[in-house]
């Protein structure tokens, strides 16, 4: 498609415009386009907040949807359990758990599918086998269900918080007591949308214990385990006291000048314990603390 800019389009964001012209294309497909070079600005790619100009000339290549399914890919996986119900996957940090937000591969339900084949379908086409999910930069144990009976026993168990989660957290400052309780109600930032917030009245109930397993100069790493799974529970609830996960800079994290970057926060998810869908016998699955934390730690030393 080819066009050219008016005088009452100039000066408007690339992908307004655009989102304009083509009405049946939603904005964030628009953009997609235009991050992977399939928008053209006078021969030029560009960004999706280039203000355009009465002489520019407007050339856009659309791209085929997106899969409604989500496709095999072949992603390495390490893998700590497995039984006929369960799998128990070592997520490193960086990988999303399934397609969304303009993320269409290299997730962990791609590589999944490519290991294992058919898994439960009891959450979507787009999510299979995913009961429950660990943020982008989250390393560590997460459960996975080859089946549907499997799937909604371990859902079940997740609903009544029969499921022992325990993480490890590198934080800012020196908490006084060695261990403690958080009981914050989490809502969406109603400011601050890509975050939520343990500071308002409204929010669903959430609670979070810590104990403090070694103290260095200006940090803490904690153990915590959450009886309830909020979005970003726990980095909110540590910001909330004043003590944030090392490297959230969106909860807060300062930078640390004297120190290499993380490239990512100081959360790792360590321990699940659960009960066989089948057998009903306990199943306890460690993740040791990813290879990049451990190094960043000894770099405290």
């Not at 008016?6 to 964030?28: I, K, N, T």
């Not at 992603?75 to 937000?101: N, R, S």
């Not at 958080?182 to 930032?189: F, G, K, N």
């Not at 640390?256 to 089948?278: C, N, T, V």
């Amino acid at each position: 498609m080819h066009f050219n800019i008016d005088s009452q389009e100039a000066g408007r964001r690339l992908d307004q415009v655009l989102h304009q012209r083509l009405p049946d294309f939603s904005r964030s497909r628009i953009q997609d386009w235009i991050k992977s070079g399939r928008v053209l600005v006078n021969g030029l790619a560009t960004r999706a907040s280039y203000l355009v100009r009465g002489v520019d000339a407007i050339q856009v290549e659309p791209a085929e949807p997106p899969p409604l399914e989500a496709a095999p890919e072949a992603i390495p996986l390490v893998v700590l359990y497995e039984d006929a119900d369960v799998v128990a996957i070592d997520k490193p940090a960086g990988m999303v758990i399934h397609a969304g937000a303009g993320i269409h591969s290299g997730t962990l339900v791609n590589a999944l599918l490519h290991r294992f084949g058919q898994l439960s379908s009891a959450g979507g086409a787009l999510r299979p086998g995913i009961v429950h999910r660990l943020d982008r930069f989250t390393s560590g144990v997460v459960l996975v269900a080859k089946n549907d009976a499997a799937h909604r026993n371990l859902a079940a168990q997740f609903s009544g918080r029969l499921i022992e989660k325990v993480y490890l957290a590198l934080v800012h400052g020196s908490l006084k007591q060695e261990t403690g309780r958080i009981e914050r109600p989490i809502a969406r930032d109603p400011v601050h949308r890509t975050r939520m917030t343990a500071r308002v009245a409204t929010g669903r109930a959430a609670w979070s214990e810590y104990r403090v397993l070694r103290r260095f100069a200006g940090f803490t790493l904690l153990e915590v385990r959450i009886g309830t799974g909020r979005t970003h529970q726990i980095r909110v609830h540590l910001s909330s006291i004043g003590h944030p996960v090392v490297g959230d800079t969106l909860y807060g994290a300062p930078k640390i000048a004297d120190l290499a970057p993380l490239g990512r926060y100081f959360l790792h998810a360590h321990r699940i314990r659960f009960r066989q869908p089948s057998s009903g016998e306990e199943v306890t699955v460690v993740s040791p603390l990813a290879g990049e934390l451990e190094k960043w730690l000894k770099g405290l030393e």
